[in-house]
Nanobody, 122 residues
């Protein structure tokens, strides 16, 4: 059973940057496409971005395109989310997840981390 642990969240001012990490254990990250999702207070969890197994293909939600970058280091069993030009509306709990297929659909992800809080102040 693969476990995912996110880290790197925190409080940042609008316009700032954060880098989230997602470390995998109990499994081989390179076997999965990886995604990041987020859930703001009072809202449903939403798709942020995804990266294919090899890292050669990525896909972003329109709300973060051009500001966020997903990457992976399969040798380190870790996925990253670089977040730049952060906005107050980016405030949410961010989750990483692993999928056999790679998708923007939440139900196609088999493994989930516990989440890390990102708060962007105005």
């Amino acid at each position: 059973q693969m476990q995912l642990v996110e880290s790197g969240g925190g409080l940042v001012q609008a316009g700032g940057s954060l880098r989230l990490s997602c470390a995998a254990s109990g499994g081989t990250l390179s076997s999965y496409a990886m995604g990041w999702f987020r859930q703001a207070p009072g809202k449903q969890r939403e798709f942020v971005c995804t990266i294919r197994r090899s890292g050669g293909s990525t896909y972003y939600a329109d709300s973060v395109k051009g500001r966020f970058n997903i990457s992976r280091d399969n040798a380190k069993n870790t996925v990253y989310l670089q977040m730049n030009s952060l906005k107050p509306e980016d405030t949410a709990v961010y989750y990483c997840a692993a999928s056999m297929w790679g998708s923007f659909r939440e139900y196609e992800y088999q493994y989930w981390g516990q989440g890390t809080q990102v708060t962007v102040s105005s």
